[in-house]
């Protein structure tokens, strides 16, 4: 199906499914909950659960296949980010034109980028990568102004002059839309205790998801990503076999600074507003993280790698002391405030800790990140007891003579 084997094929069907009902799967516990806080299932979280995953999807075309380590490919987000925003201040605020144009400058950019960069490998190809994003960040922060808002960044206008839309009237706020449906519809179940919300815009990122994963699938099984997994084995190697590998490793490099385009087209698309804080340093190493958490070189890892990272973002950084005080409100006041007190630095604004803590662990203890956890767990569980073998009986199988010619 699709040009899968049936193994991919039932992966790509699976991750359909999970995307379909995340609306569901993430808001398990009733909005009155005591435990409502750990539900993920609003909208603007949702996004960035499948933004950031098709970010990570193409940062691992090149690390997890061609074993190239980019500290840079926050540049890429950044530059579709703002090629998306121009998009619609000057032509519609209809995503589509919006997204075509992140993708189409993004992986011009990266190919100027990857055509120097690549004539290094290691360390000192991460070291250019990393020059490249951060060049790319002040120019944005401080020299491009006139075209990227500077530290206040853009984002559209009424006055602007979006030469397929019609105009707006005074005091409308341009809204980014697909075809007239705006990013932001919503429409909102409530069944018992449970509020599921259905995002339009949601809906939409997720269709680029699993469209960005089925190609991802299919560059893992070509001849070109075992072309690049020969560039991570042993390059040199293959450069005494008389093939030249640069083409193909500036190819990948392409390729993923185009996934990470579409991946900054989506972010302005869901919320129409670009700055320079997405080309800093810390935002390609986030990527990094995602990859490995979730198992580089594997096809769903950085998704989960993803989910797992913004998931702690959103989430364990809003708990804050109050709500575990509520938490512990059956104990008495001495171990509430012990409680309390250990588990302080590793909530809020120190999430980062527990982060880093979850990170360590993973690379310690399943380097493989997250799907080789999950490998561990189904091995366990699918494991049975062999038969056992009766043991021959010498009186009714005696053992053959030799034949004695």
């Known amino acids: 199906m699709l040009g899968l084997q049936r193994k991919d094929f039932g992966l790509l069907v699976l991750v359909g499914v999970l995307t379909l009902l995340a609306p569901f799967l993430l808001n398990p516990f009733p909005e009155n909950s005591a435990l409502a806080q750990f539900n993920a299932g609003y909208p603007d979280l949702m996004q960035r659960f499948v933004i950031f995953g098709i970010f990570a999807i193409g940062f691992n075309i090149l690390f997890g296949l061609t074993g190239y380590l980019s500290f840079g490919h926050a540049a890429f987000l950044g530059v579709g980010s703002y090629a998306a925003i121009w998009s619609m201040k000057l032509l519609t605020m209809n995503v589509i034109p919006a997204i075509v144009f992140a993708i189409i400058i993004a992986g011009l950019f990266s190919l100027l980028v990857g055509w120097i960069s690549l004539r290094r490998s290691g360390i000192y190809f991460s070291i250019l990568t990393l020059a490249f994003a951060q060049m790319s960040y002040a120019l944005a922060y401080s020299v491009l102004t006139p075209i990227t808002g500077g530290e206040t960044g853009l984002q559209p206008k009424v006055a602007d002059p979006r030469l397929f839309d019609a105009t707006l009237t005074e005091g409308a706020v341009p809204s980014a839309n697909l075809f007239g ?5 919503s429409y909102e179940l409530s069944v018992g205790g449970w509020l599921f919300t259905f995002n339009a815009g949601y809906y939409v990122a997720a269709i680029f998801m699993m469209a960005a994963f089925y190609m991802a699938i299919r560059i893992f099984r070509s001849p070109f990503g075992m072309m690049l997994r ?17 083409p193909y490793t500036l190819a990948a490099f392409v390729i993923s600074g185009m996934y990470a385009g579409l991946a900054g087209g989506l972010m302005v698309a869901m919320d129409t507003q670009v700055g320079p804080e997405r080309m800093f340093w810390t ?31 959103n989430i364990i950084s809003k708990i804050n002391d109050g709500i575990l005080y509520e938490w512990f409100a059956a104990l008495p006041d001495g171990l509430q405030d012990v409680l309390v007190t250990l588990i302080h630095p590793f909530i809020g604004k120190g999430w980062h800790l527990t982060l880093g803590i979850v990170f360590m662990l993973v690379v310690i203890f399943l380097p493989g990140g997250l799907i080789e956890g999950g490998q561990r767990v189904r091995r366990l569980f699918s494991r049975q007891k062999k038969p056992d073998v009766p043991a021959r ?3 009714h199988h005696p053992k053959p003579q030799p034949h004695v010619a």
Do not use: F, H, W
């Open 181 to 185: 449906l705006t990013m932001k519809s």
């Open 230 to 246: 020969a560039i991570k084995t042993n390059q040199t190697r293959m450069n005494y076999t008389g093939l030249n590998p640069r």
């Open 283 to 313: 935002a390609s190493g986030e990527v990094v993280l995602m990859t490995i958490l979730g198992g580089a070189g594997t096809l769903i890892g950085p998704v989960l790698g993803a989910g797992m990272i913004k998931y702690m973002e």
């Open 393 to 395: 009986d010498p009186e």
